[in-house]
């Protein structure tokens, strides 16, 4: 009790002290405060101030008590909701994660798609590239064929028909409607021979004196021409024999045949006749001569 009247007379002077100090700065109404309080501190009694404290004390410090209590229960009421957020949060944390994984396995299952789609697409390519590859050998392969059956059906009707179409011409040179000739260089000369019906490619053998005529050409349906080297005195008194099989095929064939300033005409179109005469000398045999013949040219001739 003795302690805490001090207490209270030293904290009754202080206050006075500072009350004093407040007149000096002219702050009367501070000053009267500090007066005031400072005689309640020295002139109350101990005893009934301290119950006083007491009272008011405990008063307050059950409030705050109680204030506290309703705390630490939101407190934990807070802290029991927020392990429930915890909890669920965790729970949608693994969910995420598993959604995670699952979406990674889709990833990583449609990337395997998305190369074996571009591997099968490399290899309909590959395989598109051998079709087409394909298609042109057996488009070749058709064309070969065709070209086969042609050759053979010209074949087999050169053989149906060897005999029964097998043709025999006789040709001299007084006969100009059949047997026309032109000049081809120095002692040449082009022959050209009008058959009656169109012949066979490579059917056609020529001869006079049964000395054979060569070469022989007919790529003009049913007109054949050759090379000859001699002179025309001497030319022109052969008798040609040609024989050969006929095309009864519906093939065009030439009419008339005629010598127009030193070139063969067709049915008035030109025949062109390119034969390479050095070549032809070195091939060709001339026909049996008579000495004692002159060579009298008479008729229009051309050099080609």
């Not at 100090?21 to 101030?49: E, N, V």
């Not at 298609?135 to 029964?164: A, H």
């Not at 006969?175 to 081809?184: A, E, L, Q, W």
């Not at 009864?248 to 064939?253: A, F, G, M, S, W």
């Amino acid at each position: 009790m003795i302690y805490f009247r001090i207490l209270l007379g030293i904290l009754g002077m202080v206050i006075l002290g500072y009350g004093i100090r407040c007149i000096h700065k002219d702050h009367y109404k501070s000053a009267l405060g500090c007066f005031g309080l400072s005689a309640i501190f020295l002139l109350t009694d101990p005893t009934s101030f301290q119950g006083f404290l007491k009272t008011g004390i405990i008063a307050k410090l059950n409030s705050l008590g109680r204030t506290v209590d309703r705390i630490q229960d939101t407190l934990v009421e807070q802290q029991e909701s927020l392990k429930d957020h915890q909890a669920e949060i965790k729970s949608h944390q693994q969910e995420l994660s598993e959604q995670q994984i699952r979406i990674a396995s889709a990833q990583s299952t449609i990337q395997t798609q998305q190369l074996q789609v571009l591997d099968q697409q490399t290899k309909l390519d590959s395989q598109e590239t051998q079709l087409r590859n394909m298609q042109m050998d057996l488009i070749g392969t058709q064309e070969r064929i065709s070209k086969q059956q042609s050759q053979i059906e010209d074949v087999e009707f050169l053989v149906q028909n060897f005999f029964s179409k097998t043709r025999t011409e006789q040709f001299r040179a007084s006969d100009t409607n059949r047997f026309v000739h032109v000049k081809h260089g120095n002692g040449a000369f082009f022959l050209c021979f009008l058959l009656e019906e169109p012949a066979v490619i490579n059917s056609i053998n020529g001869y006079y004196d049964n000395i054979p005529m060569k070469p022989i050409r007919s790529n003009f349906s049913n007109v054949m021409y050759t090379i000859m080297i001699g002179k025309w005195n001497e030319i022109k008194e052969l008798e040609y024999n040609i024989r050969y099989v006929a095309d009864t095929r519906d093939i065009q064939k030439y009419s008339k045949m005629e010598v127009i300033d030193g070139k063969i005409y067709l049915d008035g179109k030109l025949l062109l006749l390119n034969y390479d005469h050095e070549e032809s000398n070195k091939k060709l045999d001339p026909p049996v001569k008579t000495p004692a013949e002159p060579d009298n040219e008479q008729d229009t001739a051309g050099q080609l």
